[in-house]
């Protein structure tokens, strides 16, 4: 049987390109029920845990998943944003970081959105609406600065597991990562600046990156390499002494070694050490999350302080400011470049 044209699937004739910004996840609030689906989802990942799968089925659905959800929907109480439809801050800033960079880009044809790995919106959701609003080219901007199995891999894995789904397949850009840009970097050494000029000149910037285990730098992964010359370059461009700086690794989980020196030990440290001015950003984030309002900004202020040290100062994420917007915007003209 030969299609006529008038039954033929209907087909878009614009041709939009599609703006993915890709941030980790969070969950839809802060209930124990919520946290565990959210944690049951992240944790599930092999790229996130790549332990023995079997094992650690048990240890995830017979421990954690009964123990962790409690603690972890207390801390996201502290920083969840009330009477706010949003109430994730991360879902806040990510969703404005869109809607921003959407009116910068101003150009009809492209359509920014936002999703997150793990929670709502979904990446799957967020490509199926692209293709169905017409957009037959798309690129997909994890919002990680530095390249890294857990994060920038896992947002690929999810795009092509969409991909493999299709039975036409946009033509998709994975933006690379940025660490190393003049633009991430003066963006970042903007803020820093910014920073000082208003709290004052510090005795000491620390630089604290999500961690990582060592194992995983030892089995070809990039992202210890990619925090370590982030470092390097924003201490050049601000020209600041090696012994008012230094760089460190939060967040860590499990009993294997991670990448160290690790911030919460590093913290009470500087605090014994007679460091009395603290500063302290986290360039491994685009956008303020339990991770830096929550573990830096309030469990870091209070260790530091309660070791000896005076004041505490932490420089926020580049988030939706102007410089963080700009940032967003060269990074997407570079990858649309051919496509506009």
């Not at 469990?299 to 102007?322: A, D």
Request: hydrophobic share 35%.
């Amino acid at each position: 049987m030969i299609l006529k044209p008038n039954d033929h699937p209907k087909t878009h004739s614009k041709k939009n390109i599609g703006v993915l910004l890709v941030n980790l996840g969070t969950p839809e609030n802060t209930e124990t029920k919520s946290i565990r689906i959210y944690l049951k989802e992240f944790l599930s990942d092999r790229r996130v845990i790549d332990v023995p799968k079997i094992l650690w089925w048990l240890i995830l659905n017979l421990i954690i998943l009964n123990t962790r959800p409690k603690k972890t929907a207390a801390a996201y109480k502290k920083i969840w944003l009330k009477n706010d439809p949003d109430g994730s801050p991360l879902r806040k800033i990510t969703r404005l970081q869109s809607e921003k960079l959407q009116k910068k880009i101003n150009k009809k044809n492209v359509i920014v959105d936002y999703a997150m790995r793990y929670g709502s919106p979904s990446i799957k959701s967020k490509l199926t609406e692209f293709k169905e609003k017409g957009c037959d080219r798309i690129i997909i901007l994890s919002l990680y600065p530095q390249y890294s199995g857990p994060t920038t891999a896992t947002v690929n894995d999810e795009v092509c597991k969409w991909m493999l789904s299709q039975k036409w397949q946009p033509s998709i850009r994975i933006a690379s990562p940025y660490f190393d840009t003049p633009e991430y970097i003066n963006s970042i050494s903007k803020s820093i600046l910014t920073s000082f000029k208003k709290d004052g000149y510090p005795d000491l910037l620390l630089l604290s990156f999500h961690g990582a285990p060592k194992r995983y730098l030892i089995e070809g992964d990039p992202y210890h390499c990619q925090c370590a010359k982030t470092g390097r370059l924003i201490k050049e461009k601000l020209k600041i002494h090696d012994n008012k700086f230094m760089i460190s690794f939060q967040s860590r989980f499990g009993s294997e070694p991670w990448l160290q020196p690790y911030t919460d030990e590093t913290l009470e440290i500087l605090g014994k050490k007679n460091i009395k001015h603290l500063s302290v950003i986290t360039p491994g984030f685009s956008a303020d999350n339990i991770e830096t309002l929550e573990e830096i900004n309030i469990e870091g202020r209070e260790e530091f302080l309660e070791s000896g040290g005076k004041k505490f100062t932490y420089i926020p994420c580049l988030n939706y400011t102007k410089e963080g917007i700009d940032l967003l915007h060269k990074l997407t003209l570079k990858e649309l470049a051919g496509w506009i």
